[in-house]
């Protein structure tokens, strides 16, 4: 049999083919009338995929640095924030703000949970200037209640921003960045908008902006406040990732078209986002159902699973290491083991972006003939698929 490789990681993850001719059109130099109208109507695009009225600002970066942006510019040295973690992104935000001397709290919550909103309270202080969270937790697959935390610091009068990292939340789970009191909501183009690694983007909302009047850690390439200047014009403040510009806009054009109609064929990108977010979840119940039916347990807990991945436990005594293998050798379907103490226990399949219907039924598949071919107690072809089946009539009734 010939292989075709598929990407089932949640980052990078399969490309638009329109965005890749996009890319490869891209000829244009980033001080031209040319660009200002992409980079203008894009900024705007994205606004809308967002969903806020904030101005949103586009980085040359992955999205950690966007990340990292967001506490250069949001923070000082001494001020006392509040990490929430559980798992390798959520730790990714303590290294970050120690590097930038911040006095860090931390709530963790064990790999594979999410924190309950009464430990938040608790660690909630005065002195809190910032809140930081993931919408989903890409290495265990859980998603974070945003909204309630939100919430929470809205009925202490906190102070504190919420900053939080969308970049496998956005494009698979609702997030509503103006109601809830997201100050910084942070994503990365190689995720849900099914473009290559390279940009990052934030939105953000005026109390952050007018925080970054008053702080003072060291910033230059990510300063924000130079890049929202220039973004008025049309512009950015170096050389921007044209070529990915130009993708995200054909793949915002695409993600719009799934709402279209005859009357309005380039349809609606605040429908179709909404239809990107029901895909995933679409997608990420199709495989829950087939993994349970296969009798393989799922990481997250009930009511708390992200859209933007699915982690699976492997049978008691087998290392996930063979169905990721057993994947790539024989179907060329990269997966992901679990990242750092987690490999070896868990692995993850993707639903965030360009995923369908017929890609996930196709992963099922395959992780059937692993689990026959490796003796799987309970496993018979056709179990998971049957489950995923229903499971997708039910949703698209
Ligand atoms: C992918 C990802 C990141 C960013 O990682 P980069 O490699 O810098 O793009 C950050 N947070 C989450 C939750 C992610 O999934």
Same mark, same amino acid.
């Given at each position: ?229 220039? =973004?008025?014009? !049309?512009?950015?403040? &170096?050389?921007?990732?044209? +070529?990915? @510009?130009? $993708? /995200? ?100 399949? =993707?639903?965030? !972006?360009?995923?369908? &219907?017929?890609?996930?039924? +196709?992963? @099922?598949? $395959? /992780? ?30």
């Amino acid at each position: 049999m010939i292989r075709k490789t598929r990407l089932f990681t949640p980052g990078p993850t399969p490309l638009l083919p329109a965005a890749q001719f996009a890319m490869a059109a891209a000829d244009i130099h980033h001080r031209t009338a040319e660009f200002r109208s992409l980079y203008t109507r894009v900024l705007s695009q994205l606004k809308d995929f967002v969903g806020t009225t904030n101005d949103v600002i586009i980085l040359s970066s992955s999205g950690s640095g966007a990340m990292e942006a967001s506490v250069s510019n949001l923070t000082s040295p001494g001020d006392r924030v509040l990490v929430l973690t559980a798992g390798k992104f959520g730790e990714r935000w303590t290294g970050i703000t120690k590097a930038f001397g911040c006095h860090v709290d931390v709530v963790s919550a064990p790999y594979g949970q999410t924190f309950s909103i009464d430990e938040v309270k608790a660690a909630l202080k005065l002195e809190t200037r910032a809140v930081f969270v993931q919408a989903t937790e890409s290495s265990t697959g859980v998603r974070h209640d945003v909204q309630a935390i939100g919430q929470l610091l809205k009925d202490e009068n906190s102070e504190a921003l919420l900053i939080v990292d969308g970049i496998t939340g956005l494009g698979t789970t609702h997030l509503d960045m103006d109601a809830w009191g997201i100050d910084v909501l942070i994503g990365g183009s190689q995720k849900a908008i099914m473009i290559p690694p390279g940009l990052s983007y934030l939105a953000i909302s005026q109390r952050a902006w007018d925080r970054m009047e008053a702080t003072y850690n060291p910033r230059y390439y990510f300063d924000l406040r130079k890049e929202r200047k220039n =973004a008025a014009k !049309g512009e950015s403040a &170096y050389t921007p990732s044209v +070529a990915l @510009i130009a $993708a /995200m806009g054909a793949a915002f054009n695409y993600i719009a078209a799934q709402a279209g109609t005859p009357e309005n064929p380039a349809g609606d990108l605040k429908v179709g986002r909404a239809m990107l977010v029901d895909n995933a979840e679409t997608c990420a119940a199709m495989t829950r159902a087939a993994a349970t039916a296969m009798g393989l347990k799922l990481f997250a807990p009930k009511g708390n699973e992200a859209a933007a991945a699915t982690a699976i436990l492997p049978p008691e005594g087998v290392d996930s290491g063979v169905i990721v293998k057993g994947l790539r050798s024989k179907f060329a379907i990269i997966v992901t083991d679990g990242q750092g103490e987690m490999k070896g226990s868990l692995f993850r399949i =993707a639903h965030i !972006g360009y995923f369908d &219907y017929m890609d996930t039924i +196709a992963v @099922i598949g $395959a /992780m059937e003939q692993v689990a026959v071919a490796n003796k799987f107690p309970g496993v018979t072809f056709g179990t998971g698929l049957i489950a995923a089946q229903k499971v997708f009539a039910e949703h698209t009734k």
